[in-house]
């Protein structure tokens, strides 16, 4: 039952975070547009309108959600530090694993009513465009449970900096770069490394496997449209039938393991 107050408490600071209201009106406004423009080639292409809205939300989440991820956790800890409260968190009768757990629901509840906002914009405006009949919500209730799961990755590692950092502001840049890293360099790196593989043995074999080993684009693989979508499927559609699904979950699942588990290894070591 602590652990319920540690989550209470950091729900009520997330009500005055500045950019808690940022990312979800940025979530809802982002998918509002993405469905609005998305809709108008579905007669053409005779696609679910649902799926097309989808697969334009799944491009805009990537980037997103795990920036959302890491501006919540960044100064859980290291703003606790610097603020002087950790030492009376501390105090409570509640181990460290417990405090990092409560921190990391309340985030993630956060995190979960941003996303679900835009997914209910995104059904309700679909419905309204296209009526309710024939549309599958599946394609949607997945790209939520995933967006959870690419989300909790990244607050893990957010924890983790949060711990090994005692500055916030030092925190907050570290953040920023892991987040150009993961959703922008590292796909650079990998298609700079296909250009010159050229077809050969890295792009058969190890390519799939560096792709799904990064959570951004595992979730990315699960939620693209099947790829008898011909208009739709992009050049990493083969990569991810390489990897299987069965590889991009574990890589959605073992990251937010991971992460909380070295960032709980971390914690243990700070003092206040």
């Not at 579905?42 to 679910?48: P, R, S």
């Not at 491009?59 to 610097?82: K, W």
């Not at 074999?205 to 992009?234: C, G, Q, Y």
Request: net charge neutral; with cysteine.
């Amino acid at each position: 039952m602590l652990v319920l107050t540690i989550v209470r408490l950091e729900l009520l600071i997330a009500r005055r975070n500045m950019w808690v209201a940022t990312s979800v009106i940025l979530m809802g406004l982002f998918t509002v547009v993405l469905t609005l423009t998305g809709g108008a080639p579905t007669g053409t292409l005779g696609v679910d309108p649902l799926m097309i809205a989808v697969t334009s939300i799944t491009t805009l989440s990537v980037y997103l959600i795990p920036l959302i991820g890491l501006l919540l956790s960044f100064d859980a800890i290291a703003g606790e530090a610097e603020r002087g409260t950790l030492a009376l968190s501390l105090t409570y009768p509640l181990s460290r694993a417990e405090i990092l757990i409560g921190k990391f629901l309340a985030h993630l509840i956060v995190l979960g009513f941003a996303v679900a906002v835009g997914l209910l914009l995104t059904a309700g405006l679909t419905i309204w465009q296209h009526g309710g009949g024939g549309i599958s919500y599946f394609p949607l209730i997945k790209l939520f449970a995933t967006s959870l799961a690419l989300g909790a990755a990244f607050l893990g590692i957010g924890y983790l900096v949060s711990s090994l950092v005692r500055q916030t502001g030092v925190a907050s840049g570290v953040v920023i770069v892991i987040w150009l890293v993961c959703v922008v360099l590292y796909d650079l790196g990998l298609l700079g490394a296909l250009v010159a593989d050229d077809g050969g043995a890295f792009t058969k074999t190890v390519f799939p496997w560096l792709l799904v080993a990064n959570p951004a684009d595992a979730f990315r693989l699960i939620n693209m449209p099947d790829i008898s979508v011909s208009v739709l499927a992009s050049g990493i559609g083969a990569a991810g039938a390489a990897s299987g699904l069965a590889g991009q979950l574990a890589s959605l699942l073992l990251w937010p393991t991971l992460a909380l588990f070295f960032a709980w290894l971390t914690f243990r070591r700070v003092e206040p």
